[in-house]
């Protein structure tokens, strides 16, 4: 009972019927239970013994990251996956995203759930026409290497279900984790829809090595503004001059950022586009013109505190009210309905030689960890990803 109140909050009853059903068919199996929790319900989670089997691997929430992640928060197992009923199909990882979300999200499911992730799967067994073998999908189904999806059951954090991968020519069909992906309809509807940025404009964009905040400064380069980026590596700041465009870039583990904004920027910020938040952004924003613009997409400074122990930084009150700033946070899954207008977009611009991209890419699945934590720490250049 006290398992199903809980799901209660968390699932739609359709959701908590399809766990009740899974948990039946556990027992008539005489196999593991795992659930006390909605784990990625798009997943059947049970063996019979009647057929050749199949095994996953995958990595399980052991504890709640405190501070930085551990290894050991996560343990790596295999499980036993069924035969395919109608309607379903078999995935197959070939790459993951390790993505800054992951960090914070985690700790609002209980223990034992699928470590949380998007992948690009290839379909490799079907019993449904609209997903046949040879296929890619990508998928929020985490970090697993076989997956069973029922294409009626949406993924735990974003409720979404698995798409077929757009069709991308002869690109790589990682991009469709980084550029052609979440990440890079983050920079194109943040961007456009919140900065509104105007040729001759000036914009500051923070994690601007990054998936995104790379992503961004060049969109808004094409677009006619001067783009300075903030990022933590000589090498980073060498990279977005050099190769993405920016017109200026702050290393913020080695050079102030006030002094160097003013001299970058000496008229002051029209646009913000904040990946980091904390004192980096305090310092941007008191450098803001009258009605600037501010996206805030996200905090990634703050994501291994807890919310007991969050950083403080400088006031922002005084110069909200004294320059009549615009503040927006957003989550690109609010253009869920535009989504492929984006994808569509970037791809066209990725053609025309308009947009280029960087991908960081650690191999094998036994690797998720350190290409979790590398990203966090700040290792990758452009879009971190996994080869399975
Ligand atoms: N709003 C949304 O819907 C949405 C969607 C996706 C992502 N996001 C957010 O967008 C931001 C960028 O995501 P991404 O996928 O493009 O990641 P990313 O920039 O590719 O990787 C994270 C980067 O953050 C930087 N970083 C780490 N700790 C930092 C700190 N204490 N201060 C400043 N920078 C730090 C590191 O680069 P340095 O070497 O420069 O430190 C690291 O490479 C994140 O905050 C993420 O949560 C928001």
Redesign the pocket.
Known sequence: MIMFKSMQREVSWDRCRFIVTIIARSFRDNSEIALTIPRNICIRNFSSQSHEIMKARKYVVVNHFVNEAKPTDLKLVEEELPPLQDGEYLAEAEYFSV???MRPYVRRYPLGITMLGTQIAKIVESKNPAFPVNKRIVGNMGWRTHTIVNPKFKDLVFQEHPYLLPDIGDLPSSLCLGILG??GN?AYFGLLELCKPKSGETIVVS?A?????SHVGQIAKNLGLNVIGI???DE?CNWLIEEMGFDFAIN?KTMPVASNLRKAAPQGVDCYFD??G?D?SSAVMYQMKPFGRVAV?????SYDADSSSLPKCTILQPILSKHELRVEG???TRWMNRWNEGIMQNLQWLREGKLRYRETETKGFENMFEAFIG??R?E?IG??IVQA
């Open positions: 993505d800054p979300y979440m990440p983050t994690g090595a990054g998936a995104i905040g990022c933590g590596s980073k913020y990946n980091v904390g980096i997409c996200g905090s990634i400074s957003f989550l690109v990203m966090l700040g990758n879009k971190a």
